[in-house]
C-alpha cells in the first residue's frame, strides 16, 4: 500500500465515496480536517473525545497538526500540537498518524506524553455502523458532497460502536471493553459562523443513536439554515435533512435547553414514511475546544459528555403514532458562535 503527505499533488476522487478517508491531500490553505471519536466506558464513568486533525493556514507558521482531549466528566480539554511533518495519511482508506498517535475507523492508537496530559493505550472498535453511502448520495451530507465550495463537509463514521480495550490517563487505567463510542469528522475551510450540534448513544435501549446539527450555509451569495438529522433505531436509519425535504417546525434556545423539532419523510423499508422528531437536550457546562475558522484554530467551543437528549419519534401516516420516547445520557452539545438567523 503506498500512502502520501497531506501536500499531495494530484487528485484523488476515491474520498468523495469515503467520507470517513482523509480529503487534504491536494487542498491549499485556508483548510482543515478533524476526527471525532467519542469514547464512553460500560459504567459511564470514564468519557473521552479525541480529535485528532490538521489545520493548513496562509500563515505557514500557524499551520500544524494536532491531537485534542476532552474529559466528558471533568470538562478538561486539551490540545496537543504537532509540525506538519509529524502528520501521514493514507490515499487509499481512512488511517491516519500524528506523531506516535495511530487513527483508524476501527482502531485507535495513544501515545500522548506533555506536561499537560498523558494519555496511552490501544481501543478497538466492534460493530460499527456508519451512515450509508450511495452512488448519488455519498453519506451525510448527500448530494451537497459534490458542491466544491462548501464552507464546512460532514461525515459520520459510525454511529454506535462497542469499544474494547484499555486507555491510561495520567497513570490512572480504565478498561473500555463494553463500553459504545461514535465518530464524525469535518472538513473544509472553516467551521460555520454559527451553529447547533448534539450527538448520543447511549439510550436505555442499546442500538439507539441520534445525531443532528444545523447551522447557516453560505451558499452563492447568500446562506440558507441547513440542516443535518440522523436517528438510528434497531437498525433502521431515519433521515431528516435539508436535501431530503425535511422541515423545521421550531428550534428554540433558553439557558438551560434546546428545543428542536423536525418533520419529513424519513426511515427504510416496511418503516418509510412521514414522521416528527421531537428533541429537547438539556445543556451542561464543558470544557472549552478549539474549532478552525480562517483566522487559526480558536478555543472558542464550549462542548460536555454530560448533556442529555430526550427524542421522540413519531410516525404520522393516519393516526399519530409513538414509535420511540427515550433519553439519551452522556450527550455531546454545543451551541457556538452567531445564532440570531439560527433560531426562532
Partial sequence: MEARRHHRKTVNL???????????HSKKPDFFEGWYFKLINASGDRRYAVIPGIFLHQDPTESHAFVQTLDGVTGGSTYHRYPLSEFWASDEKFEVRIGPNH??????????????????????????????????SPGVMGWYAFMPFMECYHGIVSLDHRIEGDLTVDGVTTDFTGGHGYIEKDWGQSFPRGYVWMQTNHFEQPGTCFTGSVAMIPWMFTEFRGFLVGFWHEGVLYRFTTYTGA?????????????????????????????????????????????????????????????????RLIRLDGAEKS????TGRYAGLEVAGELDKIFD
Avoid: C
Fill in 323 to 326: 414509535v420511540f420516547e427515550g
Fill in 103 to 136: 487513527f483508524q475507523a476501527d482502531h485507535i492508537s495513544l501515545d500522548i506524553d506533555s506536561t499537560e496530559q498523558r494519555m496511552k493505550g490501544e481501543l478497538y472498535f466492534k460493530g460499527l455502523s456508519a451512515w450509508p453511502v450511495t452512488r448519488f
Fill in 247 to 311: 422541515k423545521i417546525d421550531n428550534l428554540g434556545l433558553t439557558d438551560t435547553h434546546v428545543h428542536w423539532n423536525v418533520t419529513g419523510k424519513a426511515g427504510e423499508g416496511a418503516q418509510k414514511g412521514k414522521y416528527r422528531l421531537e428533541l429537547e437536550a438539556e445543556r451542561a457546562k464543558g470544557g472549552l475546544l478549539h474549532a478552525p475558522y480562517r483566522t487559526g484554530m480558536v478555543q472558542r467551543i464550549v462542548e460536555s459528555l454530560t448533556a442529555t437528549v430526550h427524542v
Fill in 14 to 24: 476515491r474520498p468523495i465515496w469515503n467520507p470517513d478517508m482523509y480529503h487534504g
